[in-house]
């Protein structure tokens, strides 16, 4: 069964930066649309970020200027570089290309 897989979480800083990754073997990503959501503890999976086929991309607005979602669709990898992190981006990140999700990696901003 195909399956996404991300990488890269972690615990950081308040204002550090984390890259995620999630790589998506033996799945076509160049006509898919690719996002990014977040479950802070607690509380219901929300969405982060989306990346369309042809690289428009949308933003939630509580991390607009802080996170960048890109993708490489010759490796099948969809990335999301964030920056500034605060304390309420905490949460399992999960990457989604419908009908395709991750398990998810943990995000942790703390001091």
């Known amino acids: 069964q195909m399956q996404l897989m991300e990488s890269g979480g972690g615990l950081v800083q308040p204002g550090g930066s984390l890259s995620l990754s999630c790589a998506a073997p033996?799945?076509?990503?160049?006509?898919?649309?690719a996002k990014w959501y977040r479950q802070p503890p607690g509380k219901e999976r929300e969405l982060v970020a989306r990346?369309?086929?042809?690289?428009?991309?949308n933003y939630a607005d509580s991390v607009k200027g802080r996170f960048t979602i890109s993708r490489n669709n010759a490796r099948s990898t969809v990335y999301l570089q964030m920056n500034s992190l605060e304390p309420e981006d905490t949460g399992v990140y999960y990457c989604n290309v419908e009908p395709y999700w991750g398990k998810g990696t943990l995000v942790t901003v703390s001091s």
């Open positions: 990346i369309s086929s042809d690289g428009i991309t």
């Open positions: 033996g799945i076509r990503l160049t006509f898919n649309v």
